[in-house]
Nanobody, 120 residues
């Protein structure tokens, strides 16, 4: 069983910063890509940023230059530093990890989500 647990969401004023963290635990052989997604009310879940095991980083155009993703392969953790936050960044943010699990193989796991609210 693999679990992803996020932390660090909250309420912040526009222009402020928040840092989200995610830790993956359980029977994990290795983690391929890790990433962050978000879902605003009435909208589809969308990619925010991803970080592959090979070091390739991708950002959504809407957050590029404001958000920074990082990961610690040894600790199976990732973080998302969010600066210059805007009201349109308000959403539930989800941690995602593409894990190699013994006996299962390659599988996609999701955290429970953490709310980020940016007030104007």
């Amino acid at each position: 069983q693999v679990q992803l647990v996020e932390s660090g969401g909250g309420l912040v004023q526009a222009g402020g910063s928040l840092r989200l963290s995610c830790v993956a635990s359980g029977s994990i052989f290795s983690i391929n890509a890790m990433g962050w997604y978000r879902q605003a009310p009435g909208k589809q879940r969308e990619l925010v940023a991803t970080f592959t095991s090979g070091g390739i980083i991708t950002y959504a155009r809407s957050v590029k230059g404001r958000f920074t993703i990082s990961r610690d392969n040894a600790k199976n953790t990732e973080s998302l530093q969010m600066n210059s936050l805007k009201p349109e960044d308000t959403a539930v943010y989800y941690c995602n990890a593409d894990c190699e699990v013994p006996g299962i193989g390659d599988y996609d796991y999701w955290g429970q989500g953490t709310q980020v609210t940016v007030s104007s």
